[in-house]
């Protein structure tokens, strides 16, 4: 099992100052980035591929094929999220089940089951004036679980969109991940949580107690086997730009790498691929 960190300036610096260690970096698609990262580590690329939108039409395959090429990116991952605007209001919970399950499908039939995994996203609320709302279908366990079996493809498991889902449902986050098919995962994301002043929770912040608690919870899921161990497990704090400008901390990243670091190799595990 191997850890990665999302690529920034600043997890750049401390490597290099040998305050932090990692496997690799994780990069979105940008030809640049994966430059920068590369010259200090591996790099596997994060793609931003979505079923269940009715746009894979649109997705430039011959920009990930050279990605997964030219980085040794061993997997393809889509996210699995129908969104409001796609979708007429009310709109058919079975419409967005069958855009899912044909959409991803047409992704496994590209690459390979062995090589998709699919990622559970946040559902903050059908309602919620974020701007690309997750409707409330493409998070249900029962529906994740089903599309991902009848595409026979791996899951990528997110632990902070699933708390996140899971309070939105009004459901303990736990009994949440465990109806997830968690014996598929194949790749795992990690961040820290809070809840905004508008009610909002966000991830992709450093760890709280309560983040660590969630983490350690996990770790001991897939020690007791009711989890498979996935090949890397990543934490997605830092990046650059606007987006990243105030949760790209140093201190953050030194605070909870070196604990994430350790815990992620501190037990032998057999890699679920």
Not at 104 to 119: F, M, P, Q, S, W
């Amino acid at each position: 099992m191997q850890f990665a960190i999302n690529y920034s300036p600043q997890a750049a610096a401390l490597l290099s100052a040998g305050q932090i260690a990692i496997d690799y970096f994780k990069c979105p698609d940008w030809d640049h980035m994966i430059a920068d990262a590369r010259a200090q580590k591996p790099v596997y690329v994060h793609f931003p591929i979505t079923v269940g939108r009715g746009q894979l039409g649109k997705m430039d395959w011959h920009k990930v094929d050279r990605l997964l090429r030219d980085t040794s990116t061993p997997l393809v991952n889509v996210h699995l999220a129908a969104m409001r605007p796609d979708y007429p209001s009310p709109y058919d919970p079975q419409q967005i089940v069958d855009t899912l399950h044909r959409e991803l499908t047409d992704v496994v039939a590209r690459y390979g089951a062995d090589k998709v995994i699919a990622e559970n996203v946040p559902h903050h609320g059908d309602d919620t004036d974020y701007e690309y709302p997750v409707l409330r279908p493409a998070v249900l366990p029962d529906v994740i679980r089903s599309v991902i079996e009848a595409a026979n493809c791996g899951f990528l498991f997110d632990l902070s969109h699933a708390r996140i889902s899971a309070a939105t449902l009004g459901l303990d986050w736990r009994e949440y991940v465990r109806g997830l098919p968690l014996e598929r995962i194949r790749e795992v994301h990690v961040t820290g949580m809070t809840r905004l002043d508008n009610g909002r929770l966000e991830d992709h912040l450093g760890f709280t107690e309560a983040d660590w608690a969630a983490f350690d919870w996990f770790i001991e899921e897939m020690r007791a086997g009711r989890a498979a161990t996935p090949w890397i497990v990543s934490y997605e704090y830092g990046g650059t730009g606007p987006a990243f400008a105030w949760r790209s901390e140093s201190s953050v990243i030194a605070r909870d790498v070196p604990r994430l670091y350790q815990a992620v190799h501190s037990h032998p595990l057999t890699v679920n691929g």
